[in-house]
């Protein structure tokens, strides 16, 4: 049976599934949080500033009337707040409404221009995203060892680092390593290098995007599906599971109350049901043909990750 909660590196636990909200709109979330919360038995809410969503997620926490200390409450720095990171985890508080976070990630390695010509998204005038060259990701970590060091943030960690920006411009400058890399982890793109890197720093994977994100291509996977029929499970279930069996944390998102809760008892379910056979011939789909990223924003630099289109 899979452990219901991982242990990251400063000995917080954090529980093995989260639910995830980006793109859950803002009037449909607090349903959503609350649903999870209070009939499902999520522990674990994954949210970011950028997806303009945490005062209704907030919301949905405080319907849903469990109790702030058992819930594990991850948020993330956007992009264009790198110079003020204190700042940043204030606002991102004050949405919630909590005066502290479980987990706090830096959401991409980039600082984009506080001052272009838009507050989240800003671009040069060739169409680019305006990044600062300049700005040395060491500074951004550092603003993070602060906020965690102050108690603000009970772990701190990253999010879309390759093991290149790692290696190169955070572990050789930090007091702190970080807890957690949160990753695009799933059937298409297990990452099977980055996470064996990761796994000897310490450092804890999540995937996020497990089922495939929007319109995913995952759900009607040939192999997935003669899994789940093995064992009665649905292909999600076994998208899910195969993360869990693998001691990544796994953040499905969705807003509908039927798959919420699906891919909570899917998940735990089928990470009990996989043999060791299971979880090897699901490990060698993407390199037989069906590697695919699904979540690749015009960032115009090179991030330092293998199958990056
Ligand atoms: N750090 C980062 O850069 C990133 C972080 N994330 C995090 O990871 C979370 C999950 O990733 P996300 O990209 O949202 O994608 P997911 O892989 O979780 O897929 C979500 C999509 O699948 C649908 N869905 C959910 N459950 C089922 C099911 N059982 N059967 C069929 N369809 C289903 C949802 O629809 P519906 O909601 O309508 O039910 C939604 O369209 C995000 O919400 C976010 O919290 C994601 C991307 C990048
Ligand atoms: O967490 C979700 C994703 O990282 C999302 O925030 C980015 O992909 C963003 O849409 C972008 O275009 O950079």
């Not at 965690?148 to 999010?159: D, F, N, Q, T």
């Not at 996989?274 to 015009?298: C, F, N, Y």
Request: overall charge neutral; proline content about 7%.
């Amino acid at each position: 049976m899979a452990s219901l909660k991982v242990k990251l590196n400063n000995g917080v636990e954090i529980p093995i599934l989260g639910l995830g909200t980006w793109q859950s709109k803002p009037n449909e979330v607090a349903t959503a949080v609350e649903y999870a919360l209070k009939e499902v038995g999520y522990r674990h809410i994954d949210c970011a500033w950028a997806y303009g969503n945490e005062k209704e997620v907030g919301e949905g926490i405080r319907k849903s009337g469990v109790p702030r200390s058992e819930i594990f409450i991850t948020s993330k720095l956007w992009c264009t707040h790198h110079s003020r990171v204190e700042a940043a985890l204030e606002e991102t508080l004050a949405n919630l409404g909590t005066d502290y976070l479980d987990l706090y990630l830096i959401h991409w390695p980039f600082h984009l221009n506080p001052n272009g010509n838009h507050p989240s998204f800003p671009t040069r005038p060739d169409g680019t995203r305006d990044i600062l060259p300049d700005w040395k990701i060491k500074d951004t970590w550092a603003q993070m060892e602060t906020v965690y060091k102050k108690g603000k943030v009970r772990a701190i960690g990253v999010s879309n680092f390759s093991e290149r920006v790692l290696e190169q411009d955070i572990l050789p400058h930090t007091t702190v390593v970080p807890a957690v890399n949160q990753l695009e982890i799933h059937l298409y793109n297990p990452q099977h290098k980055l996470l064996s890197y990761l796994k000897s720093k310490g450092i804890v994977p999540q995937a996020y995007s497990p089922l495939g994100s929007t319109n995913s291509p995952l759900l009607s996977d040939e192999t997935a599906a003669a899994i789940a029929s093995k064992y009665d499970l649905q292909p999600s279930d076994v998208l899910l599971g195969y993360l869990v069996a693998k001691d990544i944390v796994t953040l499905p998102k969705s807003v509908t109350p039927t798959r919420i809760a699906s891919n909570y008892t899917g998940a735990l379910s089928a990470a009990s049901k996989l043999s060791k056979e299971d979880v090897e011939k699901l490990d060698g789909v993407a390199t037989s043909g069906k590697q695919k990223r699904l979540i690749t924003p015009p960032w115009g630099v090179d991030l330092g990750f293998e199958n990056w289109p």
